[in-house]
């Protein structure tokens, strides 16, 4: 007898699945493979880079909750990583709570943090909330420089390196694999919480709170609840980071940095999971490339590039974001999603 | 866990995780050793963020001196490859650059802003690599944490104690009413503990603090408030624009700078600060642990003359890079044929007594039990015609 043409799903646990079909699982998780396998063969230095990309990955999911998913812009998610930060610190050095417990700890009372800085959207949104939340990076900012005996100041907290149950992960290679498995944890998870009745609700807000809430969304549960899980990644993303770096102090943790997130997912792509993801990456990489192309291969043409080159970087990397945001409004995972269309029907063009 | 593993298709997790596990067994740990004939010294100033108008001058001043040995054949036959980057001031990029010269297998590293030396010193001690910054604040000297980290000259600390000293030597028998203007940051505060301290220490008040960031363009409302206070000094550490906007503020709303002394450390005293604040800055004193590139008699400057024939001048920043060299290339030199590693220098560092760098700074000298390389600080006042801070007095050495 002949076969169907084409998918059949012939359960409800298949509809539901993250992969549609064999082949994609089959390549994702092949890709998954390459990724972990990596981590054996690379330097120190692309080490560090990939740990910073899998943070900025859980920050970015996190903030892509408050603002792609729910509309509500934040400039406060600096702060929050910093919260996640101290919150690890404190708790591993001062409470001897061992990491593998401090981690969801540091994570759950920046949620609750969070959730408390979420309240006046209630009442605001637009750009009177993101005053709030600015409103918010600073005063944790301030409270983190100023309450010396809980944070140590401008001096410096200093964490001691992760350890699960007796193995340190005390370098990069290790901490890569650490960083790496939250990271997949983090984006299952975050897809998902878009795709449950949670993520619809969130969307609808963005879309149309009026509307949703005439249709019986709860506006208050569901934008604190934004908060709270962005809050939550955020502080996943600073307790991971902060027994990376052995020492942290406040001016890690300021303005740029929640700028430096919302450039992340607007580049990436507002309100899809892997455009958070597409835009951690290309943000954390690209001014490590411009630094090494400008600096390393301008030097044969230009000796004194060093001096010039900095404002050229700085330069090229507004450009760059500008000219993307000019060409893809709609970030990366639009044209990652063109491109899959493309490939999809090919050679047919429709 | 079901719906999230996606079952039957959640499978597909485990290859990835078994990945993961077996690759956790193979640890490839760096070392920094120098090759035969290259020895490699990393930096990351700030050549583009609010610090650059000193960072530039300051990574010029290292490059100088290496440059300057190399032409003399180097250090025991070795050259010294000096791998520079822009940190611009970014904590996230320090470290980066921080992490990929470790790469490269420098045996020393330069560091830049207060909050990012603090990181990177903590990670040069876990991987025995030298540092030394252009921030030279006692903290980074602090053995316990940072035991790889150097200061090589004397530091914020003895700035300060000198010009407090100087002020109480002009007022003898009177108890002074200090105010401290600094900036909301690392540098800043890491300063205004010091002024605190010593204030403190020596009886006199402390009647006012006040918030002046490097990148403000207006301070009249900080000067409206010291002018309340009837303050005798103001000590402020403080970066040349910015002080020449304090000072251009004071006089603006009528404070006697006469009467009221204003103190500013080394990043806030340079050719920069006379040009953007003109008479304003005429009373200011400022507090130096170097020579200037003017005190040409100097044997230590002559020899930055002689690196630089072309050069009608240069700023009080590239005296600090070179001097910042200078030291490291003496640990180097006193290596001998011994492996050069991060650990050797170290200990070559610390073997260093009353080593004379003719004039650049104070003699200087380390230990096992202290990394603080200097003691002597020099007090300069602004020379408006020749546009540059002259020296008022010698190497004082506060107690």
Known sequence: MGEFCGDTIESYIRDESVFKTKTITICVTILGCCVALMGLGVNQYMLHLLVSIGIAIIGAIGLSFITGFTGMISLGHGAFIGVGAYSMAILTDRLGIPFIIALPLSALITAGIGMFFGLPSMRIKGLYLLMATIAAQVIITFLMIHCQSLTMGLNGYPVKPASIFGFEFDTERKYFYLIY????????????????????????IRDQDIAADVIG?????????????????????????????????????????????????????????????????????????????????????????????????????????????????????????????????????? | MERLLNRPSGIWLWPIFLSMAAALVFTLPGSAVASDKVIKIGSCPDLSGPTSEVGKPFSSGVRGYFDYINSKGGINGRKIEYLETDGSYNIPQETAAFKRFVMD??????????GGHLQIAQMASAKKIVVLGASISDVFANIQTSPYSFIHCASYDQVWRAMIDHAMNKNPGKKLKAVIIYPDNGYGHQNADTCRKYLKEKGLELVGEEIVGFKDIDATAQMLKIQRLNADIAL????????????????????????????????????????????NVEDLIGGSPFSAWEEKDLPGIKMIH??????????????????????????????????????????????????????????????????????????????????????????????
Not at chain 1, 187 to 203: C, P, Q, T, Y
Request: contains cysteine.
């Open chain 2, 105 to 114: 297998g420098i045996v020393a590293f330069i560091g830049w802003s207060g």
């Open chain 1, 217 to 350: 969304v709860n506006l208050f549960k569901y934008k604190t609840l934004a908060f709270a899980i962005g809050s939550f990644y955020a502080g996943l993303a600073g307790a991971l980071w902060a027994p990376y770096l052995s020492l942290i102090t406040p001016e890690a943790f300021s303005l740029d940095l929640s700028i430096g997130y919302l450039a992340m997912i607007v580049v990436g792509g507002l309100g899809s999971i892997m455009g958070a993801i597409y835009g951690a990456i290309f943000m954390t990489l690209l001014p490590e490339f411009l630094k090494i192309l400008m600096e390393e291969h301008l030097r044969g043409f230009i000796p004194d590039a060093i001096r010039s080159v900095p404002h050229i970087k700085n330069i090229l990397f507004g450009l760059i974001i500008i000219t993307f945001l000019i060409f893809e409004p709609h970030g990366l995972a639009e044209i990652h999603r063109r491109i899959k269309k493309y490939f999809k029907l090919w050679p047919f063009p429709y």
């Open chain 1, 181 to 204: 498995a939250v990271t997949l944890i983090c984006i299952l998870a975050a897809k998902n919480v878009a795709r449950s009745r949670h993520g619809r609700a969130f969307v609808a």
């Open chain 2, 306 to 399: 002689q690196a630089n024939p072309d050069k009608k001048a240069l700023l009080p920043w590239y005296v600090h890079g070179w001097a910042a060299a200078l030291v490291i290339s003496e640990g180097l030199r006193r290596l001998g044929d011994k492996e050069v590693t991060g650990e050797n220098l170290k200990k070559s560092l610390e073997s260093i007594k009353d080593f004379d760098t003719g004039g650049v700074t104070s003699p200087i000298s380390f230990s096992p039990e202290n990394h603080i390389g200097g003691r002597g600080v020099k007090l300069y006042r602004p020379n408006l015609q020749a546009g540059y801070f002259e020296a008022m007095t010698d190497f004082i050495y506060p107690k």
């Open chain 2, 236 to 279: 402020c550490p403080q970066v040349e624009p910015s002080i020449a906007v304090i000072m251009r503020d004071a006089k603006k709303v009528g404070i006697d700078t006469k009467k009221l002394q204003f103190y500013v450390n080394l990043q806030g005293m340079g050719p920069v600060g006379i040009k953007l604040g003109g008479k």
